[in-house]
């Protein structure tokens, strides 16, 4: 969308989720010759959102921010709104997980969706290749889709 770099709400660095989630952003950033600017580390819950949020609000630059759960981009909606930074037009925010509540949030969130249900079924049918004692099937990646609404636009 134009923006020079995204910065990243990382969730905490010891789950493999927040781990994945701020590797596919660093790399989509280095593969687009980008500044990485260093993540700012949540705990997934909108508080801490909002705490690093009012962070990201004071820096004039900040244009667009990638979050790593709806939750906390729930708190950082909330800090650049009382910081008086307009979202889509100043900044753009995009979460991840598509919480039924995200399409609730002021604006309305952009966020990535997985497919839990396929995912938990791929889960389960390895589990059972394990118990069978069969060599298990390796994982497909199932493919997230990006759900846009109104809190992201061009810079």
Do not use: K
Request: charged share 25%.
């Amino acid at each position: 969308l134009g923006h020079r770099t995204v910065w990243h709400v990382a969730g905490p660095p010891n789950w493999v989720d927040s781990r994945g989630r701020a590797a596919g952003w660093r790399s989509v950033l280095e593969a687009e010759g980008r500044v990485v600017p260093e993540p700012l580390v949540g705990d997934w819950t909108a508080s801490s959102g909002y705490e690093l949020g009012r962070r990201l609000a004071a820096d004039g630059g900040v244009t667009a921010v990638f979050v790593a759960n709806d939750h906390m981009a729930m708190g950082v909606l909330r800090a650049l709104r009382e910081a008086g930074r307009r979202v889509p037009e100043d900044v753009s925010v995009v979460g991840f997980d598509d919480v039924p509540e995200a399409a609730y949030f002021w604006p309305p969130l952009t966020t990535v969706r997985q497919d839990f249900g396929v995912l938990g079924r791929q889960a389960f049918r390895l589990l059972l290749q394990r118990i069978a004692g069969r060599d298990v099937e390796s994982a497909r990646l199932v493919e997230p889709e990006l759900v846009v609404r109104e809190s992201a636009a061009a810079a």
